[in-house]
């Protein structure tokens, strides 16, 4: 029987180190204060922590679980692995205080870097040489990806001076539109890059009377800069076309009609194969613009702790912001391992002002 979220529970917290050989836990630590986990999306290893400690643990790989009792059924749920190291001490006179920083198993591969001129030939399966080379540069766990439709390099891939093998495997990992991910054992795997409309939200966050979200939800957007016109100029041997889009429809709130005024975006270099006709021209602005002209939202809220990582998806029902049936997909988390385990997340998602 799985544990229900929505429901009341009560929650401890228990610590262990982890083997980097067979990473699994081989002693529990029971000096631990406080722990604190931040998840970044955006961030180049996904995220890190603090942890507060009486003893001095050095560096070492240690792991956080959620003990949640509920109907007297006892829940042992893993939050994060994390690696800590570099300790400050403290003394009060009577008590020693530790403060250890952590960071996630990505850490490991942003510590080194290729040789300079380092390159992976033209026709290498992209998806199999970046898990190779994950493997090579971590001890956390790697999980292989399904290599079978993987793209293959159309020219060699090579390694920049400033380059770290975190920042080469993504870059590589970009070509094929995937990236690094992480879950709660500190396993790596692969995640296809996928655009918030296409994802299924994987929980429901709404303000009914047994929910777990808080009422408190800060809701941001900036029009600025979001064109209304978009002017295309082709120049080459064979032909020189010009091609100029301009949103004019009353229903769109960016329109010229509604804004008073034009926001241009030019295009010199148009992504076109081979030499485009002035209808393909045309068509290619027109698209332009509708990709433009979409609206970022970020939203924060906060809730009870679920088991829904970063970059996924979820759906937020509050009627009370007026967010209704809205996907958003999840670009960070922070929350304390303490009482409650609440969560605080900030999430985007987008709205086609046009076309």
């Known amino acids: 029987m799985a544990i229900?979220?929505?429901?009341?529970?009560?929650?401890?917290?228990?610590f262990y180190e982890v083997?980097?050989?067979?990473?699994?836990?081989?002693?529990?630590?029971?000096q631990i204060q406080?722990?604190?986990?931040?998840?970044d999306y955006e961030a180049d290893t996904l995220g890190s922590g603090s942890v507060s400690t009486t003893e001095n643990l050095e560096e070492m790989y240690f792991r956080a679980y959620?003990?949640?009792?509920?109907?007297?059924?006892?829940?042992?749920?893993?939050?994060?692995?994390?690696?800590?190291?570099?300790p400050s001490e403290k003394f009060d006179g009577k008590n020693v205080s530790i403060n250890l920083d952590a960071y996630t198993p990505l850490i490991e591969l942003k510590e080194t870097s290729p040789a300079l001129g380092y390159s992976i030939l033209k026709g290498?399966?992209?998806l199999n040489m970046a898990y190779r080379l994950v493997c090579e540069h971590v001890r956390a766990p790697v999980i292989k990806p399904d290599v079978v439709n993987s793209k293959l390099l159309e020219s060699d891939f090579v390694a920049e001076s400033d380059d770290t093998w975190l920042s080469f495997i993504s870059d590589l990992?970009?070509?094929n539109d995937y990236f690094l991910e992480l879950n709660e054992m500190g396993e790596i795997f692969f995640a296809k890059y996928q655009d918030t409309p296409s994802l299924q939200p994987a929980w429901t966050y709404d303000d009914d009377n047994s929910s777990i979200l808080l009422p408190s939800i800060e809701l941001?957007?900036?029009l600025y800069g979001i064109p209304n016109v978009v002017e295309v100029i082709y120049s080459g041997d064979d032909a020189n076309l010009y091609s100029k889009i301009v949103n004019d429809d009353p229903?769109?709130?960016?329109?010229?009609?509604?804004?008073?005024?034009?926001?241009?975006?030019?295009?010199?270099?148009?992504?076109?194969?081979?030499?485009p006709t002035q209808d393909m021209l045309d068509d290619y602005a027109s698209k332009l613009l509708r990709s433009l002209s979409t609206l970022e939202y970020t939203v924060s809220y906060s809730h009870g702790y679920t088991p829904i990582l970063i970059g996924k998806c979820v759906r937020l029902n509050y009627r009370k912001a007026n967010i209704k049936d809205t996907k958003v997909k999840i670009l960070t988390q922070s929350f304390d391992c303490s009482t409650g385990c609440t969560v605080s997340e900030t999430a985007l998602f987008t709205n086609k002002l046009w076309g």
């Open 220 to 222: 941001q957007r900036d």
């Open 34 to 39: 406080s722990c604190s986990f931040s998840r």
């Open 19 to 30: 083997d980097p050989g067979t990473w699994q836990d081989v002693r529990r630590l029971d």
């Open 66 to 86: 959620m003990i949640a009792k509920q109907n007297s059924n006892n829940y042992k749920v893993p939050l994060g692995t994390l690696l800590v190291q570099t």
């Open 4 to 14: 229900d979220w929505t429901k009341p529970m009560s929650q401890t917290y228990e």
């Open 173 to 175: 990992l970009a070509v």
């Open 251 to 275: 229903n769109s709130p960016i329109s010229t009609v509604n804004r008073g005024r034009e926001i241009l975006h030019r295009d010199t270099s148009p992504s076109i194969t081979g030499t």
């Open 124 to 126: 290498n399966n992209i």
